[in-house]
């Protein structure tokens, strides 16, 4: 049983356009993450989201990058100007309660800035 | 010096053979660890979290040197569905947690 799902699971865009990343948790999470891996690196850390509030954020979550969770399920991430080098897995990642030390990731979406 | 540094490998290994495979972090600070799997074009899947007591899940290993700053996966009996990318993972205690991932090693396990 999946803790999180994510949408779309491939999205293709032009670069310069915005694209919306969708994260569904499954049970209550308390915690969420969105990492991100180009193709062939590693597992990046982007940005951590707490009381629907960015608790913490990496170099790579510049302003073109947004996060929010306007109806207290979907968390979603916006790429609001996309570069070629955004094209990506994107992963999110969530965490039940502040004792729990382990994330769980859901199945990614696919990113290809053209 | 990386955060997390793993070897790339891959480690090629027969059906049955033991495989080890080592992570290093740099911050003497880290208080989790975690293996996790990862199998082609898909998300990171938990393996095992590492307790500093060491901790044993069927034919999985986990082990955690401090004072040495590495963790270690031991596969035994390794079987073809072993085969995929382990990666380690690492956080503070502090803040909200954010994992630390190394690139990962790739395992091959052939007949």
């Known amino acids: 049983e999946p803790e999180v799902t994510q949408t779309p699971s491939h999205q293709v865009t032009q670069m310069g356009q915005e694209v919306i990343l969708r994260c569904v948790p499954i049970?209550?999470?308390?915690?969420f993450y969105w990492y991100r891996q180009i193709l062939g690196q590693k597992v990046e850390f982007l940005v951590s989201?707490?009381?629907?509030?960015?608790?913490?954020k990496s170099e790579i979550f510049d302003d073109q990058f947004s996060v929010e969770r306007p109806d207290g399920s979907n968390f979603t991430l916006k790429i609001r100007s996309t570069k070629l080098e955004d094209s990506a897995m994107y992963f999110c990642?969530?965490?039940?309660?502040?004792?729990?030390?382990?994330?769980?990731f859901g199945p990614g979406t696919r990113l290809l800035v053209l | 010096r990386k955060e997390v540094e793993q070897d790339p490998g891959p480690f090629n290994v027969p059906e049955g053979a033991t495989v080890a495979f080592n992570c290093t972090y740099s911050?003497?600070?880290?208080?989790?660890f975690f293996w996790y799997r990862q199998d082609c074009r898909k998300e990171p899947k938990l393996l095992m979290s590492?307790?500093?007591s060491g901790n044993e899940d069927g034919r999985f290993t986990a082990q955690l040197n401090r004072a040495s700053q590495y963790i270690s996966l031991l596969i035994r009996d390794s079987k073809l569905s072993d085969s995929a990318t382990y990666l380690c993972?690492?956080?503070?205690?502090?803040?909200?947690?954010?994992?630390?991932f190394g690139t990962g090693t790739r395992l091959l396990v052939s007949p």
């Open positions: 990642a969530v965490r039940r309660e502040r004792e729990a030390k382990t994330q769980y």
């Open positions: 049970s209550n999470h308390l915690y």
């Open positions: 989201f707490y009381n629907n509030e960015i608790s913490e």
């Open positions: 911050n003497s600070a880290s208080q989790s």
């Open positions: 590492v307790y500093s």
């Open positions: 993972a690492v956080n503070l205690e502090t803040g909200f947690q954010k994992l630390v």
